[in-house]
């Protein structure tokens, strides 16, 4: 006999009161894993990947020979660069128009 079921047999019997039933917590996995990636700060890292990974396309092919992504947090891209002397406002609408204004706020240089 099934466990739940037997429990729910004696709980009648002695005349407990009726367990209500919990909610069904199944979930699609197109539901869960946004929600699985956010929890393990994935989804920020999958957003650092793409951006890297357009940065040549992006700022074109001169610009990044001397320069390189380095990493995304909160919003914020940190480049290294070898000159100071980059147009930040054109690569930054640049960013912004291709990944959205949540994901890249701002761009910050440093040079090294």
Known sequence: MNP???AAVIAEWRGLPERKPRADRWQSPVEL????????GLR????ETEVIDAWGKIV??????????????AGVLYV???QPAL???EILRKLKQRFGGRTIRD???RVG
């Open 33 to 40: 894993v946004p929600k699985l990636m956010q929890r393990l």
């Open 60 to 73: 074109g092919e001169f610009i990044a020979t001397h320069s390189a992504p380095v990493a995304l947090r």
């Open 87 to 89: 147009h930040k406002s």
């Open 80 to 82: 290294r660069v070898l």
């Open 4 to 6: 739940s079921l037997r």
């Open 107 to 109: 761009v910050r240089f």
């Open 44 to 47: 920020e890292r999958l957003h």
